[in-house]
Nanobody, 126 residues
Framework: QVQLVESGGRLVQAGGSLRLSCAASGLIFTYYTMGWFRQAPGKEREFVAGINWYGSTTYYTDSVKGRFTISRDNANDAVYLQMNSLKPEDTAIYYC???????????????????WGQGTQVTVSS
């Protein structure tokens, strides 16, 4: 069975950095575009960043461009989100997700993603 397990979330001060990790199992990792989404209290789950199966294409929501970097390690079935210059508005539960996609496209549509992790809490204090 497919499992996506996130880690790395914690409380951090504004301006700080965090690196989130997602370990995947039970799937052929290179068949999947991987994405990070987040959900703040009272808000819808939103796309943050995505990376295609080869790592050649990445896409970010505007609010994190220049601050966050998504990467993947296909040898170890893992995807990462490096978050720098964190702001209080980045506070949310961050979810790892997998979209079976051999075409190399990164989609921002959460309904296209097949599998989800349980999430990891990121809290940025001002």
């Amino acid at each position: 069975q497919v499992q996506l397990v996130e880690s790395g979330g914690r409380l951090v001060q504004a301006g700080g950095s965090l690196r989130l990790s997602c370990a995947a199992s039970g799937l052929i990792f290179t068949y999947y575009t991987m994405g990070w989404f987040r959900q703040a209290p009272g808000k819808e789950r939103e796309f943050v960043a995505g990376i295609n199966w080869y790592g050649s294409t990445t896409y970010y929501t505007d609010s994190v461009k220049g601050r966050f970097t998504i990467s993947r390690d296909n040898a170890n079935d893992a995807v990462y989100l490096q978050m720098n210059s964190l702001k209080p508005e980045d506070t949310a539960i961050y979810y790892c997700s997998a979209d079976r996609n051999l075409g190399g496209v990164v989609t921002t549509d959460r309904n296209k993603y097949d599998y989800w992790g349980q999430g990891t809490q990121v809290t940025v204090s001002s």
